[in-house]
T-cell receptor
Framework: GENVEQHPSTLSVQEGDSAVIKCTYS??????FPWYKQELGKRPQLIID?????GEKKDQRIAVTLNKTAKHFSLHITETQPEDSAVYFC????????????FGAGTRLAVHP | DAGVIQSPRHEVTEMGQEVTLRCKPI?????LFWYRQTMMRGLELLIY????????DSGMPEDRFSAKMPNASFSTLKIQPSEPRDSAVYFC???????????????????FGPGTRLTVL
């Protein structure tokens, strides 16, 4: 089965700096890698995802990169703002089919004004 | 669409009592997932259904936990009897499983409900 490791567990940056969160996965057949953001007391919500046919995807200040050879993918947030403070989860699909996802342990990002 | 609906939003009960959590997935979605979230263990998948059929319940911690999906628009997660260590936030999520497209499995976004915060005293 799939195993997903996420680093770091906590990240503290100054407003305007960049933040990078990295995840590794074990199943080379995995082909879909979403990132979820969970604000305090709220539900996880998808912010960006990438499929294995592309190496990078951008959406305004966030981007995700994928290295299938090394089996790792990363979330990049540029020009961070206080509202980016949240817990971020990466995920990879379970190879057994359907839409089951294996989530990383999460990264608590704090953006200080 | 109202999104995934869960009830109750908060539940406080005493140890030994039965607890039933409810979920209404997004209309048209055919996959439903129950997760448990705690500080210590993070986001754990308990069980998931596809077309109302339980596919994998390996994440259900004990026989005290059971889940049902009698139809496409409703699912329950029951804990009987409840224990203090069951205290957590329970999320329900749904998605549309499109199966294989072009020979490849087509994964899609899971939409989470607001969660039920369970406290067992």
């Amino acid at each position: 089965g799939e195993n997903v490791e996420q680093h770091p567990s906590t990240l503290s940056v100054q407003e305007g700096d960049s933040a990078v969160i990295k995840c590794t996965y074990s199943d080379s057949a995995s082909n879909y890698f979403p990132w979820y953001k969970q604000e305090l007391g709220k539900r996880p919500q998808l912010i960006i995802d990438i499929r294995s046919n592309v190496g990078e995807k951008k959406d305004q200040r966030i981007a995700v990169t994928l290295n299938k050879t090394a089996k790792h993918f990363s979330l990049h947030i540029t020009e961070t703002q206080p509202e980016d403070s949240a817990v971020y989860f990466c995920a990879a699909p379970f190879s057994g089919g359907y839409n089951k996802l294996i989530f990383g342990a999460g990264t608590r990002l704090a953006v200080h004004p | 669409d109202a999104g995934v609906i869960q009830s109750p939003r908060h539940e406080v009960t005493e140890m030994g009592q039965e607890v039933t959590l409810r979920c209404k997935p997004i209309s048209g979605h055919n996959s439903l997932f129950w997760y448990r979230q705690t500080m210590m263990r993070g986001l754990e998948l308990l069980i998931y259904f596809n077309n109302n059929v339980p596919i994998d319940d390996s994440g259900m911690p004990e026989d005290r936990f059971s889940a049902k999906m009698p139809n496409a628009s409703f699912s329950t997660l029951k804990i009987q009897p409840s224990e203090p260590r069951d205290s957590a936030v329970y999320f329900c999520a749904s998605s549309m499983d499109r199966g294989r497209v072009g020979g490849k499995e087509r994964r899609n976004e899971q939409f989470f409900g607001p969660g039920t915060r369970l406290t067992v005293l």
